[in-house]
Structures are given as C-alpha cells and as structure tokens.
C-alpha cells in the first residue's frame, strides 16, 4: 500500500498494482541518467516539462526499483498502461510531486513535467 508520507505512489501497469518511491538510490540512479550534478540540476532537468519517452521509461523505473521491485528499464518498457502516453506522463509527473513536493516550494523550480500536448 502506497505511503504518501514516505514518497509512494501507486500505478496499475496491465493487470497488477504497484507502488513507486524515489528513494534516495533511485534519485541517485536518476541524477546518474541525465548527467545531473545534484538534486537541484535534477529538478531544473524534469521542471523543462520536455521529457522524452526514454525520459518517463528512466523515471517510472527507478521509481519501481525504489519501491523494492527488480524490474529493468526494458521490462518497464513492457508493462502497459490504461491510457497511454497521458497516463505514463501522470505516473511520472505524481511521483516526482510526491518526491519533491515541499521541498522547492520557496521559489525553486517545479520538478514536475508537463504532460505530453495533444496525445
């Protein structure tokens, strides 16, 4: 069960439920895949709002990982989503709100991206 308290959220891929949480290793893993020097380059990077479809894979995977499954990049690029590219977009923008959150909340930018225009 999902622990907003803790960072979870959670996603229905196809017929299972899973919970996802940035932890501090999958923040890391995330800081290492878009050449991010710190947690404040992260957030610039995903407050573009111009995220690619790689983008949402990298994201929703480490969020996976961190929530304990041992899923790779190319078995997430498998799970279906009921309502497409919105939906992965939704699934990645909730969880790195719930991650980041407060935490920019002084004026800092927004980590969350903009979902996908006209799909």
Do not use: C
């Not at 050449?35 to 894979?57: C, I, P, Q």
Request: aromatic share 6%; proline share 7%.
């Amino acid at each position: 069960m999902a622990n907003a308290r803790r960072g979870d959220i959670e996603a229905q891929f196809g017929a299972t439920r899973y919970t996802l949480r940035l932890t501090l290793g999958a923040l890391a893993e995330l800081e290492s895949a878009f050449g991010a020097t710190d947690l404040v380059g992260l957030a610039a990077r995903f407050e573009s709002g111009r995220l690619s479809a790689r983008d949402l894979l990298r994201i929703i995977g480490a969020g996976l990982r961190g929530a304990g499954h041992p899923l790779t990049d190319d078995d997430v690029a498998k799970l279906p989503v009921e309502g497409g590219l919105p939906a992965y977009a939704r699934i990645a923008s909730d969880l790195l709100a719930v991650t980041f959150g407060d935490a920019l909340a002084d004026g800092g930018p927004s980590p969350v991206p903009t979902p996908p225009q006209g799909a």
